[in-house]
């Protein structure tokens, strides 16, 4: 599979990404910029990418001066669920948790629901709404699913992105998870 990186900053418009089939993002090292950014991106997602986000919470997306807080009182998560249109409210998951695959047979075999994780280095997020399919869970909470958006698909892991490289079996996770939402490109 070819394999491309480019920068959050560099993301202006849907155009920015052209060429892209799917794209992993995670806001727990690098915020956007503005709002445009996750404009952008849930444009690109609605006329027909696949975004695999990963990401939990941290203490910075509640920083009172940043435009995610100012202007829409939320984290940049939330900020681009709101603009990919999809209803999901991104809550929070503390403590010790076995993660649980619930999607697809076939897909992520290799870890077989048997990593724990630490609430505290993995700041999980939780999700409830409606319009989509949970794929992931721990402790009964949905931290993982997949939803459409336009002629795309979303796919959300509530997990930090340190995670994957935590466990013995976390690699694994993460090419699975992967491979999963390759399929949806085509």
């Known amino acids: 599979i070819p394999l491309g990186v480019t920068a959050l900053d560099l993301v202006d418009s ?3 990404l052209e060429g892209v089939r799917m794209l992993i993002l995670s806001y727990d ?4 910029k503005n709002e445009q950014v996750n404009h952008a991106i849930a444009q690109w997602v609605k006329d027909g990418g696949v975004l695999l986000y990963v990401g939990g919470h941290d203490d910075f997306e509640t920083i009172e001066d940043e ?5 829409y009182g939320m984290t940049p998560l939330e900020h681009l669920l709101s603009e990919l249109g999809l209803n999901i409210t991104v809550g929070q998951l503390g403590g010790l948790s076995e993660l649980a695959w619930t999607g697809e047979e076939g897909y992520c075999t290799s870890f077989d629901g048997k990593i724990l994780m ?3 280095d993995a700041y ?16 009964g909470d949905c931290v993982g699913l997949t939803a459409k958006a336009g002629q795309g698909r979303v796919i959300l892991l509530g997990t930090s992105s340190p995670i994957f490289t935590a466990y013995e079996d976390s690699p694994a996770m993460m090419r699975e998870i992967t491979e999963y939402a390759c399929r949806y490109t085509g």
């Not at 090292?29 to 956007?32: R, V």
């Not at 435009?67 to 202007?71: C, G, T």
């Open 14 to 16: 849907a155009d920015d």
């Open 29 to 32: 090292c690098m915020k956007p």
């Open 67 to 71: 435009w995610w807080q100012q202007d």
């Open 118 to 120: 630490n609430g505290l």
């Open 124 to 139: 999980t997020a939780t999700f409830t709404g409606s319009g989509y399919t949970s794929i992931l869970e721990a402790s």
